[in-house]
Protein backbone atom coordinates (compact mmCIF):
# COMPACT_ATOMS: atom_id res chain seq x y z
CA UNK A 1 0.00 0.00 0.00
CA UNK A 2 3.26 2.30 1.06
CA UNK A 3 4.78 1.21 -2.24
CA UNK A 4 2.16 2.70 -4.90
CA UNK A 5 0.30 5.15 -2.42
CA UNK A 6 -3.28 6.36 -4.47
CA UNK A 7 -3.76 9.75 -3.62
CA UNK A 8 0.19 11.05 -2.14
CA UNK A 9 1.18 11.28 1.51
CA UNK A 10 -0.80 12.71 4.10
CA UNK A 11 1.59 13.46 7.71
CA UNK A 12 -0.54 13.10 11.39
CA UNK A 13 0.97 14.93 14.17
CA UNK A 14 0.46 12.66 17.72
CA UNK A 15 -0.25 8.49 17.34
CA UNK A 16 -2.72 9.04 20.22
CA UNK A 17 -6.38 7.37 20.03
CA UNK A 18 -7.66 9.88 16.72
CA UNK A 19 -3.72 9.64 14.92
CA UNK A 20 -3.89 6.10 14.41
CA UNK A 21 -8.11 5.92 13.25
CA UNK A 22 -7.04 8.78 11.10
CA UNK A 23 -4.20 7.13 9.83
CA UNK A 24 -6.33 3.64 9.40
CA UNK A 25 -8.61 5.44 7.21
CA UNK A 26 -6.33 7.34 5.15
CA UNK A 27 -4.22 3.70 4.73
CA UNK A 28 -7.50 1.76 3.86
CA UNK A 29 -8.31 5.00 0.80
CA UNK A 30 -4.83 4.54 -0.89
CA UNK A 31 -2.81 7.46 0.86
CA UNK A 32 0.66 7.06 2.75
CA UNK A 33 0.84 7.71 6.07
CA UNK A 34 3.27 9.34 7.69
CA UNK A 35 3.25 10.04 12.05
CA UNK A 36 5.23 12.99 13.42
CA UNK A 37 5.69 11.66 16.75
CA UNK A 38 7.90 12.67 20.28
CA UNK A 39 8.89 8.95 20.18
CA UNK A 40 9.04 7.24 17.53
CA UNK A 41 11.33 4.09 18.16
CA UNK A 42 7.69 3.45 20.27
CA UNK A 43 5.22 2.64 17.12
CA UNK A 44 4.29 -0.72 17.98
CA UNK A 45 0.39 0.44 17.85
CA UNK A 46 0.44 2.55 14.17
CA UNK A 47 -1.87 0.96 11.86
CA UNK A 48 0.35 -1.16 9.46
CA UNK A 49 1.42 0.41 6.60
CA UNK A 50 2.25 3.74 8.09
CA UNK A 51 5.25 5.25 9.08
CA UNK A 52 6.56 7.22 12.27
CA UNK A 53 9.62 9.44 12.69
CA UNK A 54 9.95 13.11 14.17
CA UNK A 55 8.07 15.89 14.00
CA UNK A 56 10.53 17.63 11.33
CA UNK A 57 11.03 14.65 9.30
CA UNK A 58 7.46 13.80 9.18
CA UNK A 59 6.49 17.41 7.77
CA UNK A 60 8.74 17.20 5.03
CA UNK A 61 7.00 14.47 3.57
CA UNK A 62 3.46 16.26 3.41
CA UNK A 63 1.78 19.22 2.48
CA UNK A 64 -1.26 18.32 4.52
CA UNK A 65 -0.60 17.50 8.21
CA UNK A 66 -3.33 16.79 10.83
CA UNK A 67 -3.07 17.98 14.50
CA UNK A 68 -3.80 14.85 16.32
CA UNK A 69 -2.85 16.21 19.67
CA UNK A 70 -4.32 18.30 22.31
CA UNK A 71 -4.54 21.82 22.30
CA UNK A 72 -2.55 22.32 25.73
CA UNK A 73 0.40 20.29 24.04
CA UNK A 74 0.46 23.04 21.18
CA UNK A 75 3.99 24.81 22.04
CA UNK A 76 6.43 22.40 20.90
CA UNK A 77 5.05 23.14 17.56
CA UNK A 78 6.72 27.05 17.81
CA UNK A 79 10.08 25.32 17.53
CA UNK A 80 9.15 23.66 14.19
CA UNK A 81 7.94 26.47 12.33
CA UNK A 82 10.93 26.77 9.41
CA UNK A 83 9.54 22.96 9.00
CA UNK A 84 6.14 23.75 9.28
CA UNK A 85 6.22 27.01 6.65
CA UNK A 86 3.54 26.73 3.47
CA UNK A 87 2.20 23.64 4.93
CA UNK A 88 -1.64 23.04 5.43
CA UNK A 89 -2.33 22.18 9.64
CA UNK A 90 -5.45 20.82 10.01
CA UNK A 91 -6.52 21.64 13.78
CA UNK A 92 -8.88 18.99 14.73
CA UNK A 93 -9.03 19.58 18.19
CA UNK A 94 -11.60 19.82 20.49
CA UNK A 95 -12.07 21.10 24.14
CA UNK A 96 -13.92 20.16 27.23
CA UNK A 97 -16.31 22.77 27.88
CA UNK A 98 -17.61 25.78 25.45
CA UNK A 99 -15.89 29.24 26.13
CA UNK A 100 -12.68 27.11 27.74
CA UNK A 101 -10.12 29.79 25.98
CA UNK A 102 -10.50 33.14 24.42
CA UNK A 103 -9.42 32.26 21.22
CA UNK A 104 -10.55 29.52 19.57
CA UNK A 105 -8.02 26.13 18.99
CA UNK A 106 -7.08 26.80 15.27
CA UNK A 107 -6.76 30.64 16.05
CA UNK A 108 -4.48 29.79 18.51
CA UNK A 109 -2.57 27.39 16.26
CA UNK A 110 -2.38 30.39 13.64
CA UNK A 111 -0.40 32.67 15.80
CA UNK A 112 1.87 29.96 16.71
CA UNK A 113 2.38 28.99 13.04
CA UNK A 114 2.10 32.21 11.25
CA UNK A 115 3.52 30.53 8.01
CA UNK A 116 1.10 27.67 7.73
CA UNK A 117 -2.52 28.09 6.33
CA UNK A 118 -4.64 26.30 9.24
CA UNK A 119 -7.84 24.71 8.21
CA UNK A 120 -10.36 23.79 11.33
CA UNK A 121 -12.37 20.32 10.53
CA UNK A 122 -12.38 16.49 11.26
CA UNK A 123 -13.11 17.83 14.81
CA UNK A 124 -16.81 16.49 14.74
CA UNK A 125 -16.12 12.78 13.70
CA UNK A 126 -14.73 10.58 16.39
CA UNK A 127 -12.14 8.47 16.43
CA UNK A 128 -14.01 5.35 16.98
CA UNK A 129 -15.92 6.24 13.89
CA UNK A 130 -13.34 6.54 11.73
CA UNK A 131 -12.35 2.78 13.36
CA UNK A 132 -15.32 1.11 12.91
CA UNK A 133 -16.22 2.89 9.89
CA UNK A 134 -19.95 3.49 11.66
CA UNK A 135 -19.74 6.91 10.35
CA UNK A 136 -23.56 7.22 9.56
CA UNK A 137 -24.08 9.88 12.47
CA UNK A 138 -21.24 12.21 11.55
CA UNK A 139 -20.75 11.52 7.64
CA UNK A 140 -20.03 15.61 7.26
CA UNK A 141 -16.68 16.96 7.92
CA UNK A 142 -17.31 20.70 8.78
CA UNK A 143 -14.01 23.05 7.63
CA UNK A 144 -13.16 26.27 7.72
CA UNK A 145 -10.21 28.47 7.00
CA UNK A 146 -8.56 31.48 5.55
CA UNK A 147 -7.18 29.79 2.22
CA UNK A 148 -9.06 28.84 -0.05
CA UNK A 149 -6.52 26.10 -1.43
CA UNK A 150 -5.43 24.61 2.10
CA UNK A 151 -9.18 24.07 2.52
CA UNK A 152 -9.80 22.39 -1.00
CA UNK A 153 -6.57 20.21 0.32
CA UNK A 154 -8.92 19.24 3.17
CA UNK A 155 -11.80 18.39 1.36
CA UNK A 156 -10.64 15.97 -1.12
CA UNK A 157 -9.08 14.12 1.87
CA UNK A 158 -12.15 13.97 3.32
CA UNK A 159 -14.07 13.24 0.00
CA UNK A 160 -12.13 10.00 -0.44
CA UNK A 161 -12.61 9.12 2.81
CA UNK A 162 -15.92 8.93 2.16
CA UNK A 163 -17.16 12.19 4.11
CA UNK A 164 -18.79 15.06 2.80
CA UNK A 165 -17.73 18.16 3.44
CA UNK A 166 -18.83 22.05 3.98
CA UNK A 167 -16.95 25.59 4.47
CA UNK A 168 -18.16 27.39 7.24
CA UNK A 169 -16.00 30.08 5.91
CA UNK A 170 -13.07 31.80 7.47
CA UNK A 171 -11.11 30.82 10.37
CA UNK A 172 -13.20 33.09 12.48
CA UNK A 173 -15.66 30.16 12.57
CA UNK A 174 -13.14 27.72 14.30
CA UNK A 175 -14.82 28.37 17.63
CA UNK A 176 -18.43 27.63 16.64
CA UNK A 177 -16.93 24.32 14.86
CA UNK A 178 -15.62 23.43 17.86
CA UNK A 179 -18.68 24.03 19.95
CA UNK A 180 -20.46 21.50 17.93
CA UNK A 181 -19.46 18.25 19.52
CA UNK A 182 -19.90 20.36 22.95
CA UNK A 183 -23.95 20.78 22.60
CA UNK A 184 -26.50 18.22 23.82
CA UNK A 185 -29.15 18.00 21.92
CA UNK A 186 -29.39 21.87 20.91
CA UNK A 187 -32.93 21.66 18.97
CA UNK A 188 -34.63 19.41 21.53
CA UNK A 189 -33.95 21.87 24.44
CA UNK A 190 -37.03 23.98 23.71
CA UNK A 191 -39.55 21.23 22.99
CA UNK A 192 -38.20 19.39 26.37
CA UNK A 193 -38.97 22.87 28.10
CA UNK A 194 -42.68 23.38 27.01
CA UNK A 195 -43.09 19.64 27.52
CA UNK A 196 -42.06 19.80 31.18
CA UNK A 197 -43.69 23.21 31.40
CA UNK A 198 -46.95 21.30 29.73
CA UNK A 199 -46.96 18.78 32.53
CA UNK A 200 -46.22 21.22 35.70
CA UNK A 201 -49.57 22.62 35.06
CA UNK A 202 -51.57 19.16 34.10
CA UNK A 203 -50.15 16.76 36.37
CA UNK A 204 -51.39 19.36 39.43
CA UNK A 205 -54.65 20.03 37.57
CA UNK A 206 -55.39 15.86 36.90
CA UNK A 207 -54.47 15.48 40.55
CA UNK A 208 -56.75 17.86 42.30
CA UNK A 209 -59.61 17.28 40.05
CA UNK A 210 -59.29 13.42 39.85
CA UNK A 211 -57.95 12.39 43.80
CA UNK A 212 -58.19 15.80 45.57
CA UNK A 213 -61.53 16.88 45.05
CA UNK A 214 -63.08 13.14 45.62
CA UNK A 215 -61.15 12.69 48.64
CA UNK A 216 -62.32 16.17 49.94
CA UNK A 217 -65.91 15.93 48.26
CA UNK A 218 -67.13 12.51 48.73
CA UNK A 219 -64.58 10.54 51.18
CA UNK A 220 -62.67 8.87 48.12
CA UNK A 221 -59.28 7.20 48.05
CA UNK A 222 -58.32 7.32 44.98
CA UNK A 223 -54.61 7.86 44.92
CA UNK A 224 -54.17 4.66 43.05
CA UNK A 225 -55.30 6.25 39.80
CA UNK A 226 -52.11 7.81 39.84
CA UNK A 227 -50.37 4.83 38.57
CA UNK A 228 -52.50 3.99 35.35
CA UNK A 229 -55.56 6.36 34.93
CA UNK A 230 -54.05 9.77 35.33
CA UNK A 231 -50.68 9.14 33.14
CA UNK A 232 -53.58 7.66 30.43
CA UNK A 233 -55.11 11.08 30.78
CA UNK A 234 -52.05 12.70 30.82
CA UNK A 235 -50.18 11.52 27.62
CA UNK A 236 -53.37 12.07 25.59
CA UNK A 237 -53.69 15.51 26.30
CA UNK A 238 -50.08 15.96 25.90
CA UNK A 239 -50.13 14.20 22.54
CA UNK A 240 -52.45 16.32 21.05
CA UNK A 241 -51.21 19.45 22.53
CA UNK A 242 -47.76 19.39 21.25
CA UNK A 243 -49.25 17.79 17.75
CA UNK A 244 -51.09 21.17 17.99
CA UNK A 245 -48.17 23.70 18.17
CA UNK A 246 -46.26 21.86 15.79
CA UNK A 247 -48.77 23.26 13.33
CA UNK A 248 -49.30 26.72 14.88
CA UNK A 249 -46.30 28.55 13.86
CA UNK A 250 -47.25 28.04 10.59
CA UNK A 251 -50.31 29.23 10.83
CA UNK A 252 -48.97 32.89 13.37
CA UNK A 253 -46.26 32.87 10.93
CA UNK A 254 -48.94 33.23 7.72
CA UNK A 255 -50.62 35.84 9.90
CA UNK A 256 -47.40 37.88 10.48
CA UNK A 257 -46.80 37.70 6.59
CA UNK A 258 -50.24 39.15 5.86
CA UNK A 259 -49.76 41.53 8.29
CA UNK A 260 -46.47 42.89 6.97
CA UNK A 261 -47.37 42.57 3.40
CA UNK A 262 -44.20 41.00 3.25
CA UNK A 263 -42.62 37.56 3.25
CA UNK A 264 -38.80 39.43 3.47
CA UNK A 265 -39.28 40.93 7.13
CA UNK A 266 -37.56 38.22 9.73
CA UNK A 267 -39.64 36.40 12.08
CA UNK A 268 -39.30 37.58 15.50
CA UNK A 269 -37.06 35.46 17.08
CA UNK A 270 -38.97 33.06 19.17
CA UNK A 271 -41.00 32.02 16.51
CA UNK A 272 -38.01 31.33 14.44
CA UNK A 273 -36.52 29.35 17.26
CA UNK A 274 -40.29 27.43 17.35
CA UNK A 275 -40.53 26.69 13.60
CA UNK A 276 -37.10 25.24 14.02
CA UNK A 277 -38.01 22.52 16.36
CA UNK A 278 -41.19 21.55 15.64
CA UNK A 279 -40.27 18.10 13.79
CA UNK A 280 -38.95 17.27 17.91
CA UNK A 281 -41.97 19.14 19.38
CA UNK A 282 -43.86 16.17 17.18
CA UNK A 283 -41.71 13.15 17.97
CA UNK A 284 -41.96 13.79 21.52
CA UNK A 285 -46.09 14.28 20.79
CA UNK A 286 -46.05 10.82 19.00
CA UNK A 287 -43.71 9.22 22.28
CA UNK A 288 -47.47 10.23 24.05
CA UNK A 289 -49.41 9.37 21.22
CA UNK A 290 -48.34 5.51 21.64
CA UNK A 291 -47.81 5.88 25.03
CA UNK A 292 -51.69 6.63 25.14
CA UNK A 293 -52.62 4.13 22.66
CA UNK A 294 -50.54 1.23 24.75
CA UNK A 295 -52.74 2.86 27.99
CA UNK A 296 -55.85 2.38 26.47
CA UNK A 297 -55.36 -1.20 26.36
CA UNK A 298 -54.22 -1.41 29.69
CA UNK A 299 -56.71 0.41 31.61
CA UNK A 300 -59.37 -1.91 31.79
CA UNK A 301 -56.98 -5.12 32.78
CA UNK A 302 -56.94 -3.13 35.77
CA UNK A 303 -58.04 -4.60 39.14
CA UNK A 304 -60.42 -1.00 39.82
CA UNK A 305 -61.68 -1.02 36.44
CA UNK A 306 -62.66 -4.91 36.61
CA UNK A 307 -64.62 -4.38 39.71
CA UNK A 308 -66.38 -1.14 38.85
CA UNK A 309 -67.53 -2.95 35.57
CA UNK A 310 -68.65 -6.13 37.62
CA UNK A 311 -70.30 -3.84 40.56
CA UNK A 312 -72.04 -2.55 37.27
CA UNK A 313 -73.49 -5.81 36.34
CA UNK A 314 -74.53 -7.13 39.86
CA UNK A 315 -76.22 -4.14 40.52
CA UNK A 316 -78.48 -4.59 37.83
CA UNK A 317 -79.40 -8.55 38.84
CA UNK A 318 -79.85 -7.43 42.14
CA UNK A 319 -82.31 -4.72 40.67
CA UNK A 320 -83.24 -7.15 38.11
CA UNK A 321 -83.07 -4.62 35.15
CA UNK A 322 -81.44 -4.36 32.15
CA UNK A 323 -79.80 -1.41 30.82
CA UNK A 324 -81.44 -0.80 27.52
CA UNK A 325 -79.20 -0.40 24.33
CA UNK A 326 -78.32 2.85 23.56
CA UNK A 327 -77.66 3.12 19.95
CA UNK A 328 -76.56 7.02 20.65
CA UNK A 329 -73.93 5.83 22.72
CA UNK A 330 -72.93 3.09 20.54
CA UNK A 331 -72.42 5.41 17.85
CA UNK A 332 -70.38 7.85 19.92
CA UNK A 333 -68.37 5.14 21.34
CA UNK A 334 -67.52 3.55 17.65
CA UNK A 335 -66.36 6.88 16.42
CA UNK A 336 -64.26 8.56 18.94
CA UNK A 337 -62.28 5.14 18.89
CA UNK A 338 -62.31 4.77 15.30
CA UNK A 339 -61.11 8.29 14.99
CA UNK A 340 -58.61 7.62 17.70
CA UNK A 341 -57.11 4.88 15.72
CA UNK A 342 -57.34 7.08 12.52
CA UNK A 343 -55.48 9.90 14.15
CA UNK A 344 -52.75 7.90 15.73
CA UNK A 345 -52.06 5.83 12.26
CA UNK A 346 -51.91 9.30 10.22
CA UNK A 347 -49.76 10.72 13.19
CA UNK A 348 -47.43 7.49 13.65
CA UNK A 349 -46.71 8.42 9.48
CA UNK A 350 -45.84 11.60 10.15
CA UNK A 351 -43.25 10.79 12.32
CA UNK A 352 -42.25 8.19 10.14
CA UNK A 353 -41.94 10.49 6.80
CA UNK A 354 -39.28 12.79 8.95
CA UNK A 355 -36.76 10.05 9.40
CA UNK A 356 -34.39 11.15 7.51
CA UNK A 357 -33.96 7.93 5.35
CA UNK A 358 -37.47 8.10 4.67
CA UNK A 359 -37.76 12.24 3.81
CA UNK A 360 -34.67 12.10 1.36
CA UNK A 361 -36.73 9.92 -0.78
CA UNK A 362 -39.57 12.10 -1.26
CA UNK A 363 -39.70 15.21 -3.29
CA UNK A 364 -40.70 18.61 -2.10
CA UNK A 365 -44.14 18.46 -2.60
CA UNK A 366 -44.50 14.51 -1.37
CA UNK A 367 -43.16 16.08 1.73
CA UNK A 368 -44.93 19.09 2.42
CA UNK A 369 -47.87 17.02 1.35
CA UNK A 370 -47.18 14.54 4.14
CA UNK A 371 -46.44 16.92 6.47
CA UNK A 372 -49.22 19.49 6.20
CA UNK A 373 -51.79 18.37 4.53
CA UNK A 374 -52.12 15.15 6.10
CA UNK A 375 -50.58 16.45 9.54
CA UNK A 376 -53.73 19.20 9.40
CA UNK A 377 -55.82 15.65 8.74
CA UNK A 378 -54.39 13.82 11.73
CA UNK A 379 -54.77 16.73 13.84
CA UNK A 380 -58.51 17.37 13.17
CA UNK A 381 -59.54 13.50 13.91
CA UNK A 382 -57.69 13.62 16.73
CA UNK A 383 -59.32 16.46 17.94
CA UNK A 384 -62.65 15.36 16.97
CA UNK A 385 -61.82 11.92 18.72
CA UNK A 386 -61.14 14.30 22.33
CA UNK A 387 -64.86 16.18 21.61
CA UNK A 388 -66.46 12.40 21.51
CA UNK A 389 -64.60 11.40 24.04
CA UNK A 390 -66.00 13.97 26.29
CA UNK A 391 -69.76 14.63 24.57
CA UNK A 392 -71.59 15.99 26.62
CA UNK A 393 -69.71 16.59 29.62
CA UNK A 394 -68.66 20.20 29.55
CA UNK A 395 -72.66 20.99 29.92
CA UNK A 396 -72.85 18.73 32.86
CA UNK A 397 -72.54 21.55 35.42
CA UNK A 398 -71.40 18.50 38.20
CA UNK A 399 -68.49 17.85 35.67
CA UNK A 400 -67.02 21.40 37.23
CA UNK A 401 -65.65 20.00 40.29
CA UNK A 402 -64.22 23.57 42.05
CA UNK A 403 -64.90 25.64 39.19
CA UNK A 404 -62.71 23.23 37.55
CA UNK A 405 -63.81 22.06 33.81
CA UNK A 406 -63.04 18.66 32.77
CA UNK A 407 -59.24 18.21 31.89
CA UNK A 408 -59.95 16.45 28.12
CA UNK A 409 -61.17 20.45 27.91
CA UNK A 410 -57.98 21.28 28.12
CA UNK A 411 -56.88 19.12 25.91
CA UNK A 412 -58.76 21.01 23.25
CA UNK A 413 -57.51 24.64 23.81
CA UNK A 414 -54.76 24.46 21.43
CA UNK A 415 -55.83 21.81 18.33
CA UNK A 416 -59.29 24.45 18.06
CA UNK A 417 -57.07 27.65 18.16
CA UNK A 418 -54.74 26.02 15.10
CA UNK A 419 -57.67 24.28 13.36
CA UNK A 420 -59.63 27.97 13.49
CA UNK A 421 -56.33 29.83 12.43
CA UNK A 422 -55.94 27.03 9.52
CA UNK A 423 -59.97 27.87 8.63
CA UNK A 424 -58.80 31.39 8.14
CA UNK A 425 -55.31 31.30 6.01
CA UNK A 426 -57.44 28.31 3.37
CA UNK A 427 -60.53 30.97 3.01
CA UNK A 428 -60.28 31.91 -0.56
CA UNK A 429 -59.13 35.67 -0.15
CA UNK A 430 -56.79 35.37 2.62
CA UNK A 431 -54.87 32.24 0.95
CA UNK A 432 -55.38 33.89 -2.88
CA UNK A 433 -52.80 36.99 -0.31
CA UNK A 434 -50.50 34.93 1.40
CA UNK A 435 -49.83 32.51 -1.27
CA UNK A 436 -49.45 35.85 -3.74
CA UNK A 437 -46.64 37.12 -0.86
CA UNK A 438 -45.21 33.60 -0.45
CA UNK A 439 -44.58 34.10 -4.35
CA UNK A 440 -42.57 37.17 -3.96
CA UNK A 441 -45.46 39.65 -3.97
CA UNK A 442 -45.05 42.98 -1.54
CA UNK A 443 -47.96 45.42 -0.45
CA UNK A 444 -46.95 48.63 -1.99
CA UNK A 445 -46.14 51.16 0.98
CA UNK A 446 -45.47 54.79 1.31
CA UNK A 447 -42.19 55.81 -0.97
CA UNK A 448 -40.59 57.02 2.80
CA UNK A 449 -41.43 53.63 5.12
CA UNK A 450 -40.65 51.98 2.00
CA UNK A 451 -37.23 53.08 1.43
CA UNK A 452 -36.50 52.56 5.00
CA UNK A 453 -38.18 48.78 5.05
CA UNK A 454 -35.49 48.00 1.97
CA UNK A 455 -32.26 49.47 3.89
CA UNK A 456 -32.93 47.03 6.93
CA UNK A 457 -34.81 44.09 4.83
CA UNK A 458 -32.92 40.49 5.29
CA UNK A 459 -32.85 37.90 3.16
CA UNK A 460 -35.78 35.62 3.43
CA UNK A 461 -35.21 32.33 5.04
CA UNK A 462 -36.14 28.74 3.78
CA UNK A 463 -38.52 29.10 6.74
CA UNK A 464 -40.54 31.92 5.54
CA UNK A 465 -41.21 30.08 2.22
CA UNK A 466 -42.14 26.93 3.15
CA UNK A 467 -44.76 26.55 5.72
P1 LIG B 1 -4.58 11.23 22.72
O1 LIG B 1 -4.99 9.81 22.56
O2 LIG B 1 -4.29 11.74 24.08
O3 LIG B 1 -3.28 11.45 21.79
C1 LIG B 1 -2.64 12.65 21.70
C2 LIG B 1 -1.24 12.45 21.14
O4 LIG B 1 -0.59 13.69 21.24
C3 LIG B 1 -0.39 11.49 21.97
O5 LIG B 1 -0.59 10.18 21.57
C4 LIG B 1 1.00 11.99 21.69
O6 LIG B 1 1.52 11.40 20.51
C5 LIG B 1 0.80 13.47 21.41
N1 LIG B 1 1.28 14.24 22.56
C6 LIG B 1 0.93 14.09 23.85
N2 LIG B 1 1.58 15.01 24.62
C7 LIG B 1 2.32 15.75 23.78
C8 LIG B 1 3.21 16.85 23.97
N3 LIG B 1 3.46 17.34 25.20
N4 LIG B 1 3.81 17.35 22.90
C9 LIG B 1 3.60 16.86 21.67
N5 LIG B 1 2.76 15.81 21.41
C10 LIG B 1 2.14 15.28 22.46
O7 LIG B 1 -5.65 12.18 22.10
P2 LIG B 1 -6.64 11.89 20.87
O8 LIG B 1 -7.88 11.28 21.39
O9 LIG B 1 -5.93 11.16 19.78
O10 LIG B 1 -7.00 13.36 20.42
C11 LIG B 1 -6.07 14.13 19.69
C12 LIG B 1 -6.77 15.41 19.26
O11 LIG B 1 -7.89 15.08 18.43
C13 LIG B 1 -7.33 16.21 20.43
O12 LIG B 1 -7.12 17.58 20.22
C14 LIG B 1 -8.80 15.89 20.42
O13 LIG B 1 -9.57 16.97 20.93
C15 LIG B 1 -9.06 15.70 18.94
N6 LIG B 1 -10.23 14.83 18.65
C16 LIG B 1 -10.27 13.59 19.19
C17 LIG B 1 -11.37 12.77 18.91
C18 LIG B 1 -11.46 11.37 19.46
O14 LIG B 1 -12.50 10.71 19.21
N7 LIG B 1 -10.44 10.88 20.18
C19 LIG B 1 -12.40 13.24 18.06
C20 LIG B 1 -12.29 14.50 17.52
C21 LIG B 1 -11.18 15.29 17.82
P3 LIG B 1 3.08 10.95 20.44
O15 LIG B 1 3.33 10.17 21.69
O16 LIG B 1 3.15 10.17 19.19
O17 LIG B 1 3.88 12.22 20.38
Given at each position: MTGNPKHGTVCIFGTGDFGRSLGLRLLQAGYEVVFGSR???????????SKVMTHAEAAQMARVIF??????????LTSLTSALEGKVLVDISNN?????????NAEYLNSLVPGASVVKGFNTVSAWALQS??????RQVLLCGDDPGAKQAVVDIAHSLGLSAQDRGSLRAAGEIEDIPLQLFPMWRLPLWITAVLCLILIPYLIVYYIVYSYV????????????SLPNKLSAILSLTLMALCYLPSSLAAILQLHNGTKYKRFPDWLDRWMLCRKQLGLIGLLFAVLHAVLVFVVPLSYSYEHGTASDIVDQIRENVTEPFENLWAWRSESYKSLGVLGFVLFLLLGITSLPSVSNTLNWREFRFVQSKLGHLALLLCTVHCFLYGWNKFL??????WYLPPPYMAGLVVPCVVLVFKLLVLTPCVHYRVSRIRQGWEKPRRRSTANATAANATVPTDKATSL
Open positions: DPKNNSLVPKGIAVQRDHYQFLKMGQYPQSGALDASEQGQDNIYRIMLLPSRYR
